[in-house]
């Protein structure tokens, strides 16, 4: 299995952007797929998350700003983030899995690579 992630980039605060993850190989629509980040110098945090019947997961901090949503028939998860700050500045990584708890990192099976957003003041 493996995920490739895209989409980062630079923005303003205020602006959004959209990532996008692309899963192949011996995927399972019954998988989570989820979204973590991690910022220069600070742990890695959960951001997202999306059960294959549609439950969704979100981290406090970017509750009400981003959108998780995923095409299964595409083996596909999307973030929407808007009003986007600087401390959303980080390397945003996608992850799937057979996952029980889907905040905790080390659940999941598989992860990207990783793609750079940088949210300018």
């Known amino acids: 299995v493996q995920l490739q992630a895209s989409g980062g980039g630079l923005v303003q605060t205020g602006g959004s952007l959209r990532l996008s993850c692309a899963a192949s190989g011996r995927t399972s629509g019954h998988w989570i797929m989820g979204w973590f980040r991690q910022a220069a110098g600070k742990e890695r945090e959960f951001v997202a998350a999306?059960?294959?019947?549609?439950?969704?997961y979100y981290g406090d901090s970017v509750k009400g700003r981003f959108t998780i949503a995923r095409d299964n028939a595409e083996n596909t998860v999307y973030l929407e983030m808007n009003s986007l700050k600087p401390e959303d500045t980080a390397v945003y990584s996608c992850?799937?899995?057979?996952?029980?708890?889907?905040?905790?990192?080390?659940?999941?099976?598989?992860w990207g690579q990783g793609t750079l957003v940088t949210v300018s003041s």
């Open positions: 992850a799937a899995g057979s996952v029980m708890h889907e905040r905790v990192a080390r659940e999941y099976d598989y």
């Open positions: 999306m059960r294959g019947r549609g439950g969704t």
